[in-house]
């Protein structure tokens, strides 16, 4: 284009005197004014240039296979996946194991039990038994209960045993035959509320059995379908709380119920809530996330954030859909610019690949969390940009400058 310029302007040199033409002191202002534009006048691009205008020393390295291995032996852990991504989702871990378990573990009857005198001689096939004392009787508020022609008879606070001892007491004094034992046949004293994400929430009866957590919740109905594998489990007693996977039955089936405990079944969160919202943080920035940055030459010159769990490679960005354009790029002249700390040098790791062999190496070199990777232009990029910034107005200037 320029040479073709040049011939033209030299025929139309030799018709000026006819003045149909310019004289051949303009095409030189031209020239002039391209050469100026080249040399940055009009069109500058970046450039590595090793003067004062570097602030930061630095090193050009061409990228082989040995400054590759150099170069991804800067240590570095991709970011792990969120956990919401990873299939199902776990409640939180156990906080500090099995609860403190109280002294007194024994049942003791209470308020609102049911209690059964059974005559032990009858339940044995033995004759003569005194059947008057025998029957069922609820344990009133002040923990008694009514024997009728025997009177009242306090249990409350009793283990079994106790309960025994005090009614074979009670019958002796009033001349009956002691011949009787005390069951419980309903236990309502002693109950763990269970509330939360379970079928059914509601109150567990204590019983003489050891009632466990898992039990418990099973005797709810268990979790809710939608949770059993986000849900927390949490068990408060005296003051302190134990939060457990609603999955882990292991221990679940460890953490025995006491009378005064409490349980609270948190849902948690679903995968599908928990993406929905690392979605919605990511849009707005707010997710910690490593990155590199294209700029040049590139199709799409931006930031761009490393993936979760693995590697990103140079090929990765450079061969991207928005990485080096192959009509505007110079394949030539890829480098990467490391930072080596605050205070440290700039690597700059040229990679030539003009030579599409050398591609191979884009595939092994590993990016690393702020690398700058520039894509420099191909020399007819370079002089396309500038003679498209030479305006009519601009070359009409210079060739009035020229004449004058």
């Not at 020239?31 to 602030?55: E, F, N, V």
């Not at 035959?177 to 109950?191: G, H, L, M």
């Not at 919605?280 to 490393?306: C, F, H, N, W």
Request: hydrophobic share 40%; aromatic share 6%.
């Amino acid at each position: 284009m320029v040479l073709s310029f040049i011939c033209n302007a030299r025929v139309q040199g030799n018709d000026y005197s006819r003045g149909k033409g310019w004289p051949f002191p303009a095409v030189v202002g031209l020239l002039l004014a391209l050469g100026l534009s080249a040399c940055g006048t009009i069109y500058k691009t970046p450039t590595i240039r090793d003067d004062s205008s570097a602030q930061i020393p630095f090193d050009v390295i061409e990228l082989t296979p040995a400054a590759i291995q150099a170069a991804n032996g800067v240590s570095y852990s991709p970011r792990p996946l969120p956990a919401a991504f990873r299939g199902p989702l776990r409640g939180v871990a156990g906080t500090g194991g099995l609860p403190p378990e109280p002294g007194v573990t024994e049942y003791r009857i209470g308020p609102g039990d049911v209690i059964s005198i059974v005559p032990t001689r009858l339940a044995t096939g033995e004759p003569g038994a005194d059947q008057g004392a025998s029957g069922e009787f609820r344990v009133r508020d002040d923990g008694t209960i009514d024997l009728s022609r025997l009177g009242a008879l306090s249990i409350g606070g009793l283990s079994i045993a106790e309960a025994d001892t005090a009614l074979k007491k009670l019958l002796r004094n009033r001349q009956t035959d002691p011949s009787y034992r005390i069951e419980i046949v309903e236990f309502n004293a002693r109950t763990v509320p269970v509330d939360g994400a379970v079928a059914a929430p509601g109150l567990v009866p204590l019983t003489q059995v050891p009632m466990t957590l898992d039990k418990a919740l099973a005797a709810r109905g268990g979790l809710r379908a939608e949770v059993r594998s986000s849900a927390t489990v949490t068990l408060h007693r005296v003051g302190r709380s134990h939060a457990y996977r609603g999955d882990d039955l292991a221990m679940l089936s460890r953490v025995v119920l006491r009378d005064g405990d409490s349980v609270v079944v948190d849902p948690g969160e679903s995968s599908e809530e928990l993406r929905a919202r690392f979605s919605q943080l990511d849009a707005l920035d707010a997710v910690a996330r490593d990155t590199v940055y294209l700029v040049g030459e590139a199709r799409s010159p931006r930031s761009i954030q490393m993936p979760f769990d693995r590697q990103l490679f140079l090929s990765d960005v450079a061969l991207d859909k928005g990485g080096v354009p192959l009509e505007t790029g110079n394949m030539a002249a890829i480098y990467v610019l490391r930072s080596y700390g605050r205070n440290g040098g700039v690597a700059i790791y040229h990679l030539d690949a003009g030579n599409i062999v050398n591609l191979v190496l884009a595939t092994r070199m590993e990016l690393r969390p702020g690398d700058l990777i520039f894509v420099s232009e191909q020399p007819v990029t370079r002089w396309s940009r500038v003679l498209k910034q030479l305006s009519p107005a601009t070359i009409t200037s210079v060739a009035a400058n020229v004449r004058d």
